[in-house]
């Protein structure tokens, strides 16, 4: 008896944190319906929501970078901003895969990828994209779109990186 009310206890000491969890992030992304330009979006909108489509058969490291300031590429890429890497734990994506998730619209205001990384671990061959794409808010995209990074290899054994826009 003793166990299951430990047991019971547990359990509902994690609902309370999932439910405690669930109305803070409602709540911080209810304030956030500005985008990155500060003007506020039509749509009423408070995320961008981020797609990474690796469409080859190796693993990919997007090298994914985002600002919340309005930087050049060359400022983004820079050695003072890091890679974005909390779409998952290693932050690297599986071959044929593609990882979603969203941000607060004031946290993306620039957006790249450069050089993105492809590797087979079991054949130790890979390479670098030849593109270095870079998405700014205002100018590229406003809140409640969605960013598409697509990652792909063509017949010339080359891997690139391409970025859309959509609605």
């Not at 209810?30 to 929501?49: L, P």
């Not at 797609?51 to 820079?78: R, V």
């Not at 969203?102 to 993306?108: D, I, K, T, Y």
Request: charged share 10%.
């Amino acid at each position: 008896m003793y166990m299951f009310g430990l047991r019971s206890l547990r359990s509902l000491q994690r609902s309370k944190i999932l439910a405690l969890l669930a109305v803070g992030s409602l709540w911080g992304l209810a304030g956030c319906g500005v985008d990155g330009t500060g003007q506020t979006g039509g749509t009423g909108a408070s995320t961008v929501t981020i797609i990474l489509s690796n469409q080859t058969n190796f693993q990919l490291d997007p090298h994914l970078f985002i600002s919340s300031d309005n930087l050049t590429a060359e400022q983004l890429f820079a050695g003072n901003t890091f890679a974005y890497r909390a779409f998952n734990l290693t932050g690297q994506i599986d071959a044929n895969d593609q990882v979603l998730f969203a941000l607060p619209c004031s946290q993306v205001v620039a957006i790249g990828s450069d050089e993105a990384g492809f590797s087979d671990l079991d054949t130790f061959t890979g390479g670098t994209s030849v593109d270095s794409p870079i998405i700014f808010s205002g100018d590229n995209f406003t809140c409640g779109q969605s960013l598409t990074f697509t990652f792909s290899r063509d017949q010339a054994d080359q891997f690139h990186t391409t970025a859309t826009v959509s609605n």
